[in-house]
């Protein structure tokens, strides 16, 4: 279990907390530390402790505690889904790709929006979208990549 410092009070180590399980995401930890305040409010206090010193604080002395007993780290989850990402490529599994990608995404919490959950989802989906088409472009343009050209073939677009 991990422990919290005095320094920070109960709520702030339950935001602490929260914001670790949510990616990061302030607004979102405000929101679960702090039940029943507007969007609006836990967009500003989010941000506003984590500039509060003794927060910052308590987060990095809190992410050390979860590495030590995870031995898993944020760094080392983005280099494995990388790893996947690629691999997915290079396997011409678009839709691999694309769920590597979106847990990139989420990762960083770049998931989460301003906005309703459905601009959210409408975004995520596009972004998807996107990169779905540029995967199955790139094996469709390297599917019909001639192996060689003849030379004639060569010398007639030369003198075109």
Do not use: W
């Amino acid at each position: 279990m991990i422990q919290t410092i005095d320094k920070v009070s109960d709520k702030h180590n339950a935001f602490v907390g929260f914001l670790l399980l949510n990616g990061l995401n302030a607004t979102k930890a405000y929101q679960s530390a702090y039940p029943g305040c507007s969007y609006d409010t836990a967009r500003t206090n989010g941000s506003m402790l984590l500039a509060n010193t003794n927060i910052k604080a308590e987060i990095s002395r809190q992410q050390a505690e979860l590495l030590k007993i995870t031995g898993y780290s944020k760094e080392q989850a983005h280099q494995d889904l990388m790893d996947d990402r690629q691999l997915a490529r290079d396997q011409k599994q678009p839709s691999a790709a694309i769920s590597a990608d979106s847990q990139l995404i989420r990762l960083y919490g770049m998931d989460q929006v301003a906005g309703s959950e459905s601009d959210e989802q409408r975004i995520l989906d596009e972004v998807k979208s996107i990169q779905a088409r540029k995967i199955a472009e790139q094996i469709v343009l390297n599917a019909n990549r001639p192996k060689h050209i003849e030379s004639k073939e060569i010398k007639n677009e030369v003198h075109e």
